[in-house]
């Protein structure tokens, strides 16, 4: 692994740990959202155990899209992404070390906690499961595009709502064969198809979203 | 040839070139037809008044833009095409000072040099903290320190430096008081004497004196 990759990574997480309150703010809202669910539609087991797929899914899907904004700005702002780029090494090391760091601190706490809300849905033990792997197969996802969106609009004013419009339409097909997936195993089908398809679109988005990303970064802080 | 030279004495610094530079922001034309270079050893002073593309040309040397015409070189060989070769000898200083509020002195300056491939040792950066009288302050969060403390912090990053590199400088005496500036002079000094190079802007007079800065004036056509 590069210097700069593990120099990234290392200081973002660390900065995440210094922020503490921040940084679980998309789980907050991911627990709170998911359990407003139950309270507004009723607490009938079967249409609760018919909607939460859908509805887990999506509030990973909110949650993770409400600490984008972030994820650039503020080393745009104090110079350090000029730091960064001006490091030698590829600028979509940088891209992907700043998504994984994304990741690890707002994708992979929504996947550890999905199952205890995979009970609270009264959802099947292979429904969880299938939960589980596909919010691990697709909030990586969901972090490289957001890091995609937050370097095209950095430095924009309303960057936030642009973001929004930009990449929440990217997600979409995430969340069809991620939750799809999940509604598959609840009905007793097979999801490997969907398992295929969201593997799929995690190498494509692995391969195109970084260096997408580094380019609209040498372009912001041009 | 420039590669070739390169190859055989990897120690010694390539010459920064510009040819026929121009630079435009936005419709105003800030500066066209600019020609000079950074020799090895050589400090060059950027001169000019406010809006004049001071930061505007630091950040064409650097790498960071695109100029509007010309050319600027890395021991004869373009920026964008010497890529990672000049990146590595580039130390670059802009007007932020590239901290972040929550971490500490150390684990900014260790940040940045770890990013930037240079020693990372405590030792080191505890000493370069040391001469610029940071040493106290190494736990302390960035965010309660001062703008000239922050300065210097950032100046801290020149002081682990070993080999020659070309030093692109925006205002590094800003915010400093005289003990500081009196400190960044020595290391501008050893830094020329050791074969690197620098590029800086400066509003105020330069009291470097070996070697002498070659003055460049922005705006006067």
């Known amino acids: 692994m590069s210097r700069a990759f593990k120099a990234v990574i290392t200081r973002d997480l660390r900065l995440a740990a210094r922020r503490r309150v921040e940084a679980l703010l998309p789980l907050a809202f991911f627990g709170v959202a998911a359990s407003l669910f139950p309270l507004g539609v009723g607490p009938e087991p079967q249409t609760l155990r018919i909607i939460a797929p859908g509805v887990l899914w999506v509030c990973a899907l909110l949650s993770t899209m409400l600490s984008v904004t972030q994820l650039y700005a503020g080393d745009h702002a104090d110079g350090s992404l000029e730091q960064m780029l001006l490091s030698g090494e590829a600028g979509l090391l940088i891209a992907l070390a700043k998504a994984l760091a994304h990741w690890l601190v707002t994708g992979l706490p929504l996947v550890l906690i999905a199952p205890l809300f995979g009970l609270m849905f009264d959802m099947s033990v292979a429904g969880i499961a299938m939960l589980t792997l596909t919010l691990l197969l697709g909030t990586p996802i969901l972090s490289l595009l957001a890091g995609l969106g937050a370097a095209l609009t950095l430095g924009l004013r309303s960057s936030a709502v642009l973001l929004i419009l930009l990449v929440l339409p990217l997600c979409i097909p995430a969340l069809i064969f991620g939750a799809g997936g999940v509604v598959a195993v609840e009905s007793g089908l097979s999801a490997r198809g969907h398992l295929s398809l969201l593997g799929a679109l995690l190498i494509f988005t692995v391969l195109l979203a970084p260096p997408a990303t580094a380019a609209a970064l040498s372009i912001a802080t041009e | ?221």
Not at chain 2, 146 to 152: F, I, K, L, P, V
Request: proline share 5%; aromatic share 4%; glycine share 10%.
């Open chain 2, 1 to 221: 040839m420039t590669e070739k030279s390169l190859a055989v004495d990897p120690g010694a610094l390539p010459t920064l070139a510009v040819a026929g530079l121009a630079c435009r922001r936005g419709d105003r034309l800030l500066f066209e037809g600019l020609d000079f270079a950074v020799r090895p050893g050589q400090i060059v002073w950027v001169r000019g008044r406010n809006g004049q593309g001071k930061t505007s040309l630091l950040r064409l040397l650097a790498g960071l833009s695109a100029p509007a015409a010309g050319v600027v070189t890395w021991g004869g060989v373009p920026l964008r095409a010497a890529g990672a070769a000049f990146k590595q000898r580039l130390v670059y200083l802009a007007h932020a000072n590239a901290l972040k509020e929550d971490l500490t002195v150390l684990e900014s300056l260790q940040f940045l040099a770890r990013l930037h491939g240079r020693d990372t040792s405590v030792a080191s950066l505890e000493a370069a903290l040391r001469r610029l009288n940071l040493h106290s302050r190494r736990r302390a969060p960035v965010r309660t320190l001062s703008q000239g403390q922050r300065r210097r912090v950032a100046l801290a990053r020149l002081l682990i430096e070993t080999g020659p590199s070309l030093w692109v400088l925006d205002e590094p005496y800003d915010a400093l008081d005289a003990e500081g500036s009196a400190v960044l002079d020595a290391v501008l000094s050893s830094h020329a004497e050791r074969g690197g190079s620098v590029v800086l802007t400066s509003h105020l007079p330069l009291a470097v004196a070996r070697p002498a800065p070659t003055v460049l004036e922005l705006g006067v056509a």
